[in-house]
C-alpha cells in the first residue's frame, strides 16, 4: 500500500562527514535526486528517522553506509541480513540488523543495505568512494542497485582501513 507520497523508494544516507569515507551515506543522501525517490540523512542515528520512514511507507528502502568488508577501497557489495553482524559499521550505536528488522516489519518494505568499502576514517574522503558514490546514485537511479554483488563469507572483513581502531566497542 503506497503511504502519503504515493508509491515511493527511499534512500537512508547513515555516517558520520568529519570520519573521512564514513561520511559517504550522508554525502549521497544529499546528492542524489531521482524521479521515485526521497531520501534522508540519517546521520549516524538513522533509528531517529523511523517514524518518517513509516510514514512514508516506501516501497523499497535502500540504506547506504561505509562498511569495513575487508575490500578494495570504493568497492560495493549489498550485505545481506545474516551478515550484517560481520561487517564493521563505524559510528551508529544501533545494530543495522535490528534498524533493518523493524523496517521491514513496520513498512512491508524490501530494505537493501549496500556498503562502500572506506579507505580512511580521518580527514576528507577519499577519490575511490567518492567515485562509488556516484557510481551507485547511477545505479540507483537506473533501478539497477540490486546488481551489485552480494558480500559473501569468502569476503570477510579483515581490517583493511589502516586507521580503524576500536574503542570501547564501535570502530573509529
Partial sequence: MPGLFGAVNL??????????????????????????????????????????????????????????????PGEMRVIPPGHLGTVAFSTHMLPLSLLVEYLEEATDATVTVIGIQPRQFREEMSPEVIRAGRRLMEMLSAGQWATLPPLRPSDAPRSSTSESKKISGILI
Fill in 11 to 72: 534512500l537512508l544516507g547513515v555516517g558520520n562527514e568529519l570520519h573521512g569515507d564514513d561520511g559517504i551515506g550522508p554525502w549521497i543522501a544529499r546528492r542524489f535526486r531521482a524521479p521515485g525517490w526521497r531520501t534522508m540523512d540519517c546521520f549516524t542515528v538513522p533509528e531517529n528517522y523511523t517514524s518518517m520512514v513509516k510514514r512514508l511507507q516506501p516501497t523499497d528502502i535502500v540504506i547506504v553506509d561505509a562498511a569495513d568488508m575487508g575490500l578494495a
